[in-house]
Antibody
Framework: EVQLVDSGGGLVKPGGSLTLSCAAS????????MSWVRQAPGKGLEWVGR??????????HYAAAVRDRFTISRDESKNTLHLQMKSLKAEDTAVYYC???????????WGQGTLVTVSS | DVVMTQSPLSLPVTLGQPASISCRSS???????????LNWFQQRPGQSPRRLIY???KRDSGVPDRFSGSGSGTDFTLKISRVEAEDVGVYYC?????????FGQGTKVEIK
């Protein structure tokens, strides 16, 4: 059974940095295409970014709102996906979910989400 | 960016009755590989999202057959043939054809 566990959220000041993690079990992340999706309090879903698998060159794509501030990477040794966030703004406050490839023909798995609050 | 516009944003329905949600994209969603990457997701209160439909009309494993997706070009629809209590939640369309991927605003389905 595939399980994704999101962690690393918390309170951070504007301009600060934070790294979120998504630990996988039942799935090897090395060649998995993975996405991050966020949801501001009381708002809808917003796609954040996606990383292709290692065999596909690990290309990344990001939403305009986070491009140049957020970076998706993976740690093969820990089978964990990361979302490095810097220059955080109040509007980055949200629950962040990792998910397997959202357009795959196979089942999509989601983490439980981790809350990031950007506030002074 | 491709704008995904859903309607209605709120949908009160009677148990056992049908429901329909529209999703319109600001650009056509046919990918260069010939596929149309239009998904539908359900988010029940307090839960992570769940994908129901991919590539316009293909139901994910375990999704009840009362859910169906249709459409082409820029116009897409999610239909629930007979709404059940467990269908309460917010439904989102999402396009995965053009970068960046984008979601619709969400449609809240509630029981009358």
């Amino acid at each position: 059974e595939v399980q994704l566990v999101d962690s690393g959220g918390g309170l951070v000041k504007p301009g600060g940095s934070l790294t979120l993690s998504c630990a996988a079990s039942g799935l090897t992340l090395t060649n998995a295409w993975m996405s991050w999706v966020r949801q501001a309090p009381g708002k809808g879903l917003e796609w954040v970014g996606r990383i292709k698998g290692k065999v596909d060159g690990e290309a990344t794509h990001y939403a305009a709102a986070v491009r140049d501030r957020f970076t998706i990477s993976r740690d093969e040794s820990k089978n964990t996906l990361h979302l490095q966030m810097k220059s955080l703004k109040a509007e980055d406050t949200a629950v962040y979910y990792c998910a397997t490839d959202l357009i795959t023909i196979y089942e999509v798995h989601w983490g439980q989400g981790t809350l990031v609050t950007v506030s002074s | 960016d491709v704008v995904m516009t859903q309607s209605p944003l709120s949908l009160p329905v009677t148990l056992g009755q049908p429901a329909s949600i529209s999703c319109r994209s600001s650009q056509g969603l046919v990918h260069s590989d010939g596929n149309t990457y239009l998904n539908w997701f359900q988010q029940r209160p307090g839960q992570s999202p769940r994908r129901l439909i991919y590539k316009v009309s293909k139901r994910d494993s375990g999704v009840p057959d009362r859910f169906s997706g249709s459409g082409s070009g820029t116009d897409f629809t999610l239909k629930i043939s007979r709404v059940e209590a467990e269908d309460v939640g917010v439904y989102y369309c999402m396009q995965g054809t053009h970068w960046p991927w984008t979601f619709g605003q969400g449609t809240k389905v509630e029981i009358k």
